[in-house]
């Protein structure tokens, strides 16, 4: 049974905030070191981490991305951004590789989108992630444009 924890990132000890940060790292979600992802993970609006038992084997954040970004990344995909002016990013999904194939990367984007369901974003280069998202009401919007690892694509509901 895995269970999923939504809250605060200030509701987490700094050691599950460590734990997080490392499988963000490893799962290749974000190409920065431990310490930066740990802070970025502090900044989100809400974080998740999915437990089995005691351990932490997925994690995913809604991220406050900064006007500039935001305005950026909509700009990228050529889509109106006006629905999604203030809109969270969800990101940062990431699942310990012992437990993909469960659904959990799904079941923690569901999670992150509860409460933001008509208003929140993604992106992504991954095609895995693009599965969860079609799956979970997300729809892709506008031109994919190059990123760092490869083609990125907005996602929006």
């Not at 987490?12 to 490392?22: C, N």
């Not at 095609?127 to 919007?141: A, D, E, H, Y």
Request: net charge positive.
């Amino acid at each position: 049974m895995f269970d999923i924890d939504l809250k605060a990132p200030g509701e987490f000890s700094d050691a599950e905030i460590t734990v997080a940060a490392h499988l963000v790292k490893i799962g290749g979600a974000l190409p920065a070191d431990e310490n930066t992802i740990a802070a970025r993970l502090r900044k989100s609006r809400k974080l998740g981490l999915c437990r089995d038992g005691s351990i932490i084997v997925g994690v995913v954040s809604v991220k406050e991305p900064e006007n500039s970004y935001r305005k950026r990344v909509f700009a990228k995909a050529k889509v109106d951004i006006s629905r999604h002016s203030n809109a969270p990013e969800v990101g940062y999904v990431t699942v310990h590789k012992d437990y993909r194939g469960q659904k959990l990367g799904q079941r923690l984007v569901e999670a992150a989108i509860t409460e933001n369901r008509l208003t929140c974003y993604a992106t992504t280069d991954d095609s895995s992630m693009k599965t969860i998202l079609s799956k979970v009401g997300f729809s892709r919007q506008g031109d994919e444009w190059q990123g760092a690892r490869g083609k990125l694509s907005l996602w929006t509901m």
